[in-house]
Nanobody, 126 residues
Framework: QVQLVESGGGLVQAGSSLRLSCATSGRTYSNYAMGWFRQAPGKEREFVASTRWNGDNTYYADSVKGRFTITRDNSKNTVYLQMNSLKPDDTAVYYC???????????????????WGQGTQVTVSS
């Protein structure tokens, strides 16, 4: 069993930055994927960014490319999402997710993830 706990959300103005953290505990494997997703009110959950514990490759949704960066600290079993130049359209609940097996790149399909955190709210005011 894997547990995920997100933190770092908040209310910020457009143009600001936030860093989300996802602390993991339990049994994880180095070739499993970690992803960030978000869900705005009335919308479906959408892919934001992804990576793998033992890989350097990262993947991003077009809407956040160049503004968001996903990183990981294997020693702390933590994945981060650095969000810069935030826009009101980035307002959503952000979720961290972990797969329980090898999944196809770019690891962007929510249904392929087995473990989910509780989510953290990010609100960007204009």
């Amino acid at each position: 069993q894997v547990q995920l706990v997100e933190s770092g959300g908040g209310l910020v103005q457009a143009g600001s930055s936030l860093r989300l953290s996802c602390a993991t505990s339990g049994r994880t494997y180095s070739n499993y994927a970690m992803g960030w997703f978000r869900q705005a009110p009335g919308k479906e959950r959408e892919f934001v960014a992804s990576t793998r514990w033992n890989g350097d490759n990262t993947y991003y949704a077009d809407s956040v490319k160049g503004r968001f960066t996903i990183t990981r600290d294997n020693s702390k079993n933590t994945v981060y999402l650095q969000m810069n130049s935030l826009k009101p359209d980035d307002t959503a609940v952000y979720y961290c997710a972990a797969s329980n097996g090898v999944i196809p790149i770019p690891y962007d399909a929510p249904y392929r993830y087995h473990y989910w955190g509780q989510g953290t709210q990010v609100t960007v005011s204009s």
